[in-house]
């Protein structure tokens, strides 16, 4: 495995949306949340972030070191809670709950607007005779980040070590580049591949990173697009149209 390799792919969200993937992900009450479980997965996260070497921003640790410390918090007695001038209630959720609402309403604001934009791209004005009806193009199919893929990647590598065939070929060396020149053959002349489909044949933990490495390298070069036609479907890869 290319130790060295380190991904440079830009991440334009931040460890608030990562919150709101896992609340959303989970299914859970965004007023009803389980500090220790969104801890540890928001941890899951910056883990797999470390073992996939991939650069993310101070802030991330930041809201670590929060989560972490709201839910030791949390673990405590009210009447041996630490002082805390800023906080109007007891339970410790609450900021974080508030920074979430207040964070989701933009977010559904800027989706909104977004939204429009893309349906007047969409809207194509008839020439000739019936010039005042109007055709309507397709809609893409959403864009997939980086935290869906991270999700997709994890499902993957606990399916792969459940199963008993789980081996891991130390003589093998497994090299991004030439995963990548595997990926795009795969996504030739059309062909859209599922991100399962990429996995099904491998059945070692480097050979996995090694993999979804090059797939992150392909996206950063735009030479392929990964996308879902619903939120938590199937994620599909597609060779970007020239």
Excluded: C
């Amino acid at each position: 495995m290319e130790t060295d390799y380190k991904v440079k792919l830009e991440i334009f969200e931040g460890p608030l949306d990562l919150l709101l993937y896992l609340i959303k992900r989970d299914e859970i009450d965004i007023y009803d949340i389980s500090l220790e479980r969104i801890t540890s997965h928001y941890l899951e996260y910056l883990q797999a972030f470390k073992e996939l070497n991939i650069d993310i921003a101070g802030e991330f640790i930041v809201m670590a070191a929060n989560l972490i410390y709201l839910k030791s918090r949390s673990l405590l007695p009210v009447d041996q809670q630490p002082p805390d001038e800023d906080a109007a209630e007891d339970d410790p959720r609450w900021d974080l709950i508030r920074q979430l609402i207040e964070y989701k309403k933009f977010k559904e604001a800027a989706a909104q607007l977004h939204d429009r934009a893309l349906e007047q791209e969409r809207i194509f004005a008839r020439t000739g005779m019936n010039a005042g009806a109007i055709t309507l193009a397709p809609l893409p199919l959403g864009e997939v980040g980086i935290f869906q893929l991270i999700n997709a990647l994890q499902t993957v590598i606990k399916r792969i070590e459940a199963r008993e065939d789980l081996r891991e070929i130390f003589g093998e060396h497994f090299t991004v580049s030439d995963k990548i020149e595997v990926i795009l053959q795969r996504v030739s002349n059309g062909v859209t591949l599922k991100f399962s489909e990429l996995f099904a044949e491998i059945a070692g933990r480097i050979e996995i990173v090694v993999t979804f490495l090059a797939l992150l390298e392909l996206i950063r070069l735009k030479q392929v697009r990964v996308t879902q036609s619903n939120p938590f479907d199937e994620i599909e890869i597609a060779a970007t149209a020239n």
